[in-house]
């Protein structure tokens, strides 16, 4: 069974710049999670998307935005980019809500100069 | 305020040098404790889900315990392949919230 799959693997962008990267979460699971990691520091929690929903947002700025697609894939979506956005970003996969493994991808890694 | 505490920040070990990382928390409503491993680069790979104290899992040289405030990965024997920086992180409703980590580099 194919695992969580995000791309790009990597991307530089200029600051001001906007950027869209991608999440397909394992098959039969509905719920996608979005988290940015810092070098040396553990992921910070994004937003949750459950059935197409908004189930959570993190404490991030009105730039960052996402949206979960009828095949539970996901897009997370950062407008205006600023040097602080150089992380990693990375997508969880969990089959439903709550009490469940969560699942992550290799990831994205976003370079802003 | 919710908050997940990890010890030591880092460790090394000879191989064969079993050792134990603490993960301590303050969490209201936990619905559930998780250990990953993280190689450089990539993405946390899943190791264990624990729910109540006193439960234990285990998985080849791993043994994660937990209890009403800390939870223990211990790591008997280790190889250099166990090298890896460990995450503790607590569920929370809708939203993990993750440790700093212990980068654990284990030396042949």
């Known amino acids: 069974d194919a695992g969580v799959t995000q791309s790009p693997t990597h991307l530089i962008k200029t600051r001001g710049q906007h950027v869209t990267l991608r999440c397909s979460p394992i098959?039969?699971?509905?719920?996608v999670s979005w988290y940015q990691q810092v070098l040396g520091q553990g992921p910070q929690f994004i937003f949750q998307?459950?059935?197409?929903?908004?189930?959570g947002r993190g404490n991030f700025p009105d730039r960052f935005s996402a949206r979960q697609f009828p095949n539970y894939s996901s897009e997370l979506n950062v407008n205006a980019l600023l040097l602080g956005d150089s992380a990693l970003y990375l997508c969880?996969?969990?089959?439903?809500?709550?009490?469940?493994?969560?699942?992550f991808g290799q990831g994205t890694r976003l370079t802003v100069v | 305020e919710d908050q997940v505490t990890q010890s030591p920040e880092a460790l090394r070990l000879q191989e064969g040098e079993s050792s134990s990382l603490n993960c301590s928390y303050t969490v209201s409503g936990l619905r559930g404790l998780f250990w990953y491993r993280q190689d450089p680069g990539k993405g946390p790979e899943f190791l264990f889900t624990?729910?109540?104290a006193g439960e234990e899992k285990e998985k080849e040289r791993l043994k994660a315990t937990l209890t009403k405030k800390e939870s223990f990965l211990h790591i008997t024997a280790p190889k250099p392949e166990d090298s890896a920086t460990y995450l503790c992180?607590?569920?929370?409703?809708?939203?993990?919230?993750f440790g700093k980590g212990t980068r654990l580099h284990i030396l042949p």
């Open positions: 624990l729910y109540s």
């Open positions: 998307y459950y059935e197409k929903e908004e189930r």
């Open positions: 992180a607590v569920n929370r409703d809708d939203k993990i919230i």
């Open positions: 969880a996969s969990r089959k439903d809500r709550g009490n469940t493994e969560a699942f």
């Open positions: 098959s039969g699971h509905k719920s």
